[in-house]
């Protein structure tokens, strides 16, 4: 009888199949499954010489070579898919058996999941997989979310395909049923930020600063050098230098300017709403792909409301200065898209008694996902010093930067709008900032207005209680 294998995988697409090599690489026996056995074949046929593969034509084959307690890595498109995917293995697992889902699936129905499984015996745990189909072979970031014992049942393996940096795997226990998922999502919310920052630097640059497409891969290659440093500044640098094989124009100039979305963007806003938290940031990089799609309307439009050239184009040494801005303004809208995103996953920690660590969070996203980059080493010096820190603005280091910065910040968003260039993330980030400074905002206006029309009563700042005036009759304010 073959020796049984230690981990399965189901669903092999992209992230599958590297994930089932990744595993195989690192000495694993893994037994791979697809629903089009087609796949499975092929699959072998590929890849079959890099590890020890165990071909599995159905789920009871698939759970057959396993050694118990197993563990199944589900890696299926998220909502139905993966809940018929259980149903389709239940009859063949037995108690203490692990069910991973490594799709980026809702944390509800992760919560969910985990309650169905437990109540039968079985161990489920939400999993969150980020670093693409690279990442996915080379070594991710992994957030895993579920009971403890079944995580540390698994960790020997998963913590070896991670991704590693300084000798510390990117992959840690981030807490009960949906963690994992939740923490993924937010993730991807910030990834969203990102590359929505990015995209405006580059938008300001291309159209207000007059660079070309080689000209910026290589501004963006310097910014690389400092404290912008990451893996997305890296890649933008080599998709502005990359020309169109068929054109002879840099490629990015023959793409179509229409982002699209899986979901979890806008999962991570809806959460934030719900949770009371403002995340301009991330809601603006949703908003502007939603917009992006919206291109008919949009070549209309830049037909209709046209109107004029723009005002201001920066010459000679302006250029550079305009850079520098520009720079600055990416940096500082950085530091409040993640200032948000965890403060947000501080909120849900509180919400559903997860017990997240940030500072882990800071950790493993160093290495393997799509965030990653230098700058997350100092949040996690931030969170290693204060694990109760409230929001990361309010550190030395970050503090200080966006001191430094907020001039050119400024300056960048003024010309942005002078110019009819929209910087909606840069300009939403910097109305955070500004908001989250004020000791004293315009919100007293907007109680009273409250107050006023629906009786919602409010509070002084001169004496404790809740008051309501009566507005319609003689105007006397009353203790509510």
């Known amino acids: 009888m073959a020796e049984q294998c230690q981990i399965g995988v189901t669903g092999l697409a992209v992230m599958g199949a590297n994930l089932a090599r990744n595993l195989a690489r690192h000495g694993f026996g893994v037994a791979v499954h697809n629903r089009t056995s087609e796949k499975t074949d092929r699959f072998i046929t590929e890849f079959g010489h890099e590890g020890r593969f165990t071909p599995a034509h159905s789920p009871r084959e698939l759970v057959a070579a396993i050694a118990r307690p197993r563990a199944i890595l589900v890696m299926v498109k998220a909502g139905k898919p993966v809940d018929d995917v259980i149903a389709e293995l239940e009859p063949y697992l037995e108690p203490g058996d692990i069910v991973i889902d490594g799709g980026n699936s809702h944390f509800t129905d992760t919560q969910r999941r985990t309650l ?31 009971t403890r014992a079944a995580y540390d049942h698994v960790a020997p393996i998963l913590t070896q395909i991670a991704a590693q940096v300084d000798g510390t795997p990117c992959c840690t226990y981030i807490g009960p049923d949906g963690a994992g998922h939740y923490v993924k999502m ?5 990834e969203y930020a990102d590359m929505q920052l990015i995209a405006e630097a580059y938008d300001l640059l291309r159209h207000v600063g007059g660079f070309t497409a080689p000209e910026m891969a290589d501004i963006f290659g310097r910014w690389k050098a400092g404290d912008l440093d990451s893996y997305l500044i890296e890649i933008t640098a080599e998709v502005l230098r990359k020309q169109d094989a068929a054109t002879g124009e840099p490629l990015v100039d023959v793409i179509m300017d229409t982002a699209e979305q899986k979901g979890t963007g806008r999962w991570t806003v809806q959460s934030a709403l719900e949770l009371g938290v403002p995340i301009t940031a991330i809601g603006e990089a949703v908003f502007a ?18 109107f004029g050239p723009d005002p201001y184009a920066p010459a000679g040494d302006q250029r550079d200065r305009f850079v520098d801005a520009v720079r600055d303004a990416l940096y500082a809208s950085k530091i409040v898209a993640y200032a948000q995103g ?14 997240l660590k940030p500072g882990d969070l800071a950790t493993i996203w160093r290495g393997g996902c799509i965030i990653r980059a230098k700058f997350l080493d100092r949040l996690k010096e931030a969170y290693d010093r204060d694990a109760d820190l409230e929001n990361l603005m309010l550190t030395p280091y970050f503090s200080e930067a966006l001191q430094a910065a907020h001039g050119a910040w400024r300056r960048v968003v003024v010309e942005a709008m002078q110019s009819g260039v929209p910087a909606p993330a840069f300009a939403s980030s910097l109305a955070y900032f500004d908001g989250y400074r004020r000791e004293r905002g315009p919100a007293n206006l907007i109680q009273g207005l409250r107050d006023y029309f629906g009786a919602h009563t409010y509070r002084r700042i001169d004496r404790p209680g809740t008051f309501h005036t009566q507005w319609s009759g003689d105007g006397t304010e009353v203790e509510a």
Do not use: C
């Open 116 to 146: 169905d499984l437990e109540a039968k015996g079985l161990r489920f745990l939400g999993t969150g997989v980020s670093g693409g189909e690279e990442g996915a072979l080379l070594g991710p970031s992994i957030m895993p979310g579920g």
């Open 289 to 306: 792909r939603a917009l992006s799609s919206q291109a008919h309307e949009r070549a209309e439009a830049a037909k209709t409301l046209w």
């Open 186 to 190: 937010v993730h991807n919310g910030i």
């Open 342 to 355: 965890f403060a947000q996953l501080r909120a849900a920690s509180a919400e559903y008694h997860w017990n």
